[in-house]
Protein backbone atom coordinates (compact mmCIF):
# COMPACT_ATOMS: atom_id res chain seq x y z
CA UNK A 1 0.00 0.00 0.00
CA UNK A 2 0.84 3.69 -0.50
CA UNK A 3 3.79 5.20 2.47
CA UNK A 4 4.42 9.19 2.76
CA UNK A 5 7.15 10.12 4.82
CA UNK A 6 7.33 13.71 5.30
CA UNK A 7 10.27 16.03 6.64
CA UNK A 8 10.94 18.02 8.89
CA UNK A 9 9.28 16.74 11.91
CA UNK A 10 9.58 20.42 13.64
CA UNK A 11 10.35 23.36 12.17
CA UNK A 12 11.27 26.38 13.34
CA UNK A 13 11.54 29.83 11.42
CA UNK A 14 11.95 33.80 11.95
CA UNK A 15 8.53 35.73 11.18
CA UNK A 16 9.28 36.73 7.38
CA UNK A 17 11.25 33.73 6.85
CA UNK A 18 10.19 30.70 4.27
CA UNK A 19 9.47 27.56 5.35
CA UNK A 20 10.05 24.55 2.87
CA UNK A 21 8.10 20.64 4.15
CA UNK A 22 9.09 17.96 2.05
CA UNK A 23 7.07 14.25 1.72
CA UNK A 24 8.13 11.28 -0.94
CA UNK A 25 5.19 8.87 -1.70
CA UNK A 26 5.86 4.64 -2.72
CA UNK A 27 2.77 4.46 -4.88
CA UNK A 28 3.17 5.64 -8.43
CA UNK A 29 -1.04 5.27 -8.79
CA UNK A 30 -1.38 7.83 -6.69
CA UNK A 31 -2.46 11.21 -8.31
CA UNK A 32 -3.81 13.52 -5.60
CA UNK A 33 -1.50 15.68 -2.86
CA UNK A 34 -3.24 17.79 -0.50
CA UNK A 35 -1.78 19.58 2.05
CA UNK A 36 -3.48 20.00 5.61
CA UNK A 37 -2.89 22.68 8.21
CA UNK A 38 -4.46 21.11 11.50
CA UNK A 39 -4.38 23.74 14.71
CA UNK A 40 -4.83 22.25 18.35
CA UNK A 41 -8.15 20.73 18.78
CA UNK A 42 -9.32 21.27 15.36
CA UNK A 43 -9.82 19.12 12.17
CA UNK A 44 -7.40 19.32 9.29
CA UNK A 45 -7.92 22.25 6.82
CA UNK A 46 -7.23 21.99 3.56
CA UNK A 47 -4.27 24.63 2.43
CA UNK A 48 -3.23 23.60 -0.99
CA UNK A 49 -3.52 20.53 -3.36
CA UNK A 50 -2.38 19.37 -6.32
CA UNK A 51 -3.11 17.00 -9.17
CA UNK A 52 -0.53 14.21 -10.79
CA UNK A 53 -1.29 16.16 -14.11
CA UNK A 54 0.32 19.78 -12.57
CA UNK A 55 4.10 20.13 -11.40
CA UNK A 56 3.55 23.37 -9.86
CA UNK A 57 0.29 25.25 -7.91
CA UNK A 58 0.70 28.69 -5.97
CA UNK A 59 -2.14 30.44 -3.80
CA UNK A 60 -0.62 34.00 -2.18
CA UNK A 61 2.20 32.76 0.40
CA UNK A 62 1.75 28.99 -0.38
CA UNK A 63 2.81 26.85 -3.47
CA UNK A 64 3.29 23.61 -3.94
CA UNK A 65 5.83 21.19 -6.44
CA UNK A 66 5.47 18.19 -7.72
CA UNK A 67 8.24 15.51 -8.98
CA UNK A 68 6.28 12.62 -10.43
CA UNK A 69 9.27 10.65 -11.52
CA UNK A 70 11.08 10.95 -8.13
CA UNK A 71 7.78 10.69 -6.17
CA UNK A 72 8.37 14.13 -4.54
CA UNK A 73 6.29 16.96 -3.29
CA UNK A 74 6.99 19.80 -1.46
CA UNK A 75 5.02 23.02 0.45
CA UNK A 76 6.58 25.98 0.30
CA UNK A 77 5.38 28.87 2.74
CA UNK A 78 7.00 32.80 2.06
CA UNK A 79 6.92 35.31 4.55
CA UNK A 80 5.55 33.65 7.59
CA UNK A 81 3.79 34.85 10.05
CA UNK A 82 3.17 33.59 13.65
CA UNK A 83 -0.81 32.65 12.73
CA UNK A 84 1.49 30.01 10.10
CA UNK A 85 1.99 27.85 13.44
CA UNK A 86 0.49 24.69 12.99
CA UNK A 87 1.14 21.39 12.53
CA UNK A 88 1.10 20.48 8.69
CA UNK A 89 0.22 17.29 7.13
CA UNK A 90 1.36 15.88 3.45
CA UNK A 91 -0.96 12.80 2.18
CA UNK A 92 -1.85 11.02 -0.93
CA UNK A 93 -4.55 9.54 -2.69
CA UNK A 94 -5.80 7.78 -5.67
CA UNK A 95 -8.68 10.31 -5.43
CA UNK A 96 -12.24 10.05 -4.93
CA UNK A 97 -13.44 6.76 -2.48
CA UNK A 98 -9.84 6.09 -2.09
CA UNK A 99 -7.61 6.05 1.05
CA UNK A 100 -5.72 9.10 2.13
CA UNK A 101 -2.79 8.44 3.75
CA UNK A 102 -1.19 10.94 5.69
CA UNK A 103 2.28 11.60 6.21
CA UNK A 104 3.56 11.74 9.87
CA UNK A 105 3.19 15.68 10.35
CA UNK A 106 5.51 18.62 11.04
CA UNK A 107 5.31 21.10 13.42
CA UNK A 108 6.01 24.59 11.92
CA UNK A 109 6.59 27.32 14.62
CA UNK A 110 6.95 30.73 13.53
CA UNK A 111 8.99 32.84 15.52
CA UNK A 112 7.97 36.73 15.97
CA UNK B 1 -22.11 25.28 2.49
CA UNK B 2 -18.79 24.10 2.49
CA UNK B 3 -18.33 22.37 5.73
CA UNK B 4 -18.79 19.35 7.49
CA UNK B 5 -20.40 19.37 10.67
CA UNK B 6 -19.54 16.98 13.51
CA UNK B 7 -21.52 15.85 16.88
CA UNK B 8 -20.84 15.72 19.81
CA UNK B 9 -17.52 17.85 19.79
CA UNK B 10 -16.75 15.88 23.06
CA UNK B 11 -17.90 12.34 24.50
CA UNK B 12 -17.11 10.81 27.72
CA UNK B 13 -18.21 7.28 27.87
CA UNK B 14 -17.70 4.07 29.63
CA UNK B 15 -16.32 1.09 28.49
CA UNK B 16 -20.36 -0.58 28.60
CA UNK B 17 -21.69 2.38 27.37
CA UNK B 18 -23.32 2.86 23.81
CA UNK B 19 -22.92 5.90 22.06
CA UNK B 20 -23.17 7.45 18.46
CA UNK B 21 -21.17 9.57 17.05
CA UNK B 22 -22.88 12.07 13.74
CA UNK B 23 -21.33 13.49 11.02
CA UNK B 24 -23.25 15.75 8.36
CA UNK B 25 -22.67 17.56 4.92
CA UNK B 26 -24.24 19.31 2.16
CA UNK B 27 -21.80 19.76 -0.36
CA UNK B 28 -23.41 16.91 -2.62
CA UNK B 29 -20.36 14.53 -1.44
CA UNK B 30 -21.05 11.25 -2.24
CA UNK B 31 -18.13 9.51 -0.52
CA UNK B 32 -17.86 10.04 3.21
CA UNK B 33 -14.84 8.99 5.55
CA UNK B 34 -14.07 8.41 9.37
CA UNK B 35 -10.62 8.91 10.57
CA UNK B 36 -9.17 8.18 13.67
CA UNK B 37 -6.18 10.34 15.44
CA UNK B 38 -4.19 9.68 17.85
CA UNK B 39 -2.40 12.89 19.71
CA UNK B 40 0.29 14.18 17.70
CA UNK B 41 -0.24 11.30 15.06
CA UNK B 42 -1.61 11.36 11.63
CA UNK B 43 -5.16 10.67 10.68
CA UNK B 44 -5.83 7.03 10.06
CA UNK B 45 -8.70 5.89 7.68
CA UNK B 46 -11.49 3.45 9.18
CA UNK B 47 -14.36 3.40 6.89
CA UNK B 48 -14.56 4.85 3.56
CA UNK B 49 -18.58 5.19 2.01
CA UNK B 50 -19.53 5.39 -1.35
CA UNK B 51 -22.87 6.03 -2.78
CA UNK B 52 -23.93 5.51 0.74
CA UNK B 53 -22.65 1.87 0.63
CA UNK B 54 -19.33 0.61 2.61
CA UNK B 55 -16.51 0.71 0.34
CA UNK B 56 -13.46 0.40 2.61
CA UNK B 57 -13.34 -1.18 5.97
CA UNK B 58 -9.59 -0.89 7.24
CA UNK B 59 -9.80 -3.84 9.76
CA UNK B 60 -11.29 -1.84 12.29
CA UNK B 61 -13.00 -3.70 15.57
CA UNK B 62 -16.63 -4.34 15.62
CA UNK B 63 -16.85 -2.30 18.34
CA UNK B 64 -16.82 0.42 15.86
CA UNK B 65 -19.87 0.02 13.49
CA UNK B 66 -20.52 2.93 10.87
CA UNK B 67 -23.76 3.42 8.91
CA UNK B 68 -24.74 5.49 5.99
CA UNK B 69 -28.25 6.75 6.49
CA UNK B 70 -28.37 8.93 3.07
CA UNK B 71 -26.30 10.79 1.68
CA UNK B 72 -25.70 13.79 3.85
CA UNK B 73 -25.07 11.66 6.86
CA UNK B 74 -22.88 9.22 8.20
CA UNK B 75 -22.86 7.85 11.75
CA UNK B 76 -20.68 6.12 13.59
CA UNK B 77 -21.75 3.68 16.72
CA UNK B 78 -19.69 2.83 19.92
CA UNK B 79 -19.98 0.21 21.90
CA UNK B 80 -18.26 -2.02 24.82
CA UNK B 81 -14.94 0.33 23.61
CA UNK B 82 -11.78 0.31 25.14
CA UNK B 83 -9.36 3.48 26.94
CA UNK B 84 -7.34 3.19 24.05
CA UNK B 85 -9.92 4.12 21.59
CA UNK B 86 -9.64 7.09 23.08
CA UNK B 87 -9.13 9.56 20.10
CA UNK B 88 -10.18 12.41 18.06
CA UNK B 89 -12.46 11.11 15.53
CA UNK B 90 -12.97 12.82 12.05
CA UNK B 91 -15.17 12.99 9.46
CA UNK B 92 -14.23 13.98 5.70
CA UNK B 93 -15.85 13.91 2.61
CA UNK B 94 -15.26 13.98 -0.95
CA UNK B 95 -16.40 15.05 -4.36
CA UNK B 96 -16.61 12.41 -7.64
CA UNK B 97 -14.61 13.52 -10.19
CA UNK B 98 -11.24 12.49 -11.97
CA UNK B 99 -9.18 12.58 -8.97
CA UNK B 100 -11.75 13.59 -6.81
CA UNK B 101 -11.92 17.04 -4.82
CA UNK B 102 -10.47 18.08 -2.00
CA UNK B 103 -11.32 15.92 1.20
CA UNK B 104 -12.94 18.33 3.65
CA UNK B 105 -13.06 17.40 7.11
CA UNK B 106 -15.56 18.17 10.10
CA UNK B 107 -13.60 19.77 13.61
CA UNK B 108 -13.67 16.21 14.89
CA UNK B 109 -15.67 14.67 17.83
CA UNK B 110 -12.91 14.00 20.75
CA UNK B 111 -13.88 10.56 22.52
CA UNK B 112 -12.85 9.90 26.15
CA UNK B 113 -13.24 6.32 27.30
CA UNK B 114 -13.00 5.66 31.35
Known amino acids: GENVEQHPSTLSVQEGDSAVIKCTYSDSASNYFPWYKQELGKGPQLIID?????GEKKDQRIAVTLNKTAKHFSLHITETQPEDSAVYFCAASKGYGNKLVFGAGTILRVKS | DTEVTQTPKHLVMGMTNKKSLKCEQH?????MYWYKQKAKKPPELMFV???????INESVPSRFSPECPNSSLLNLHLHALQPEDSALYLCASSQEGTYGNGYTFGSGTRLTVV
Open chain 2, 27 to 31: MGHRA
Open chain 2, 49 to 55: YSYEKLS
Open chain 1, 50 to 54: IRSNV
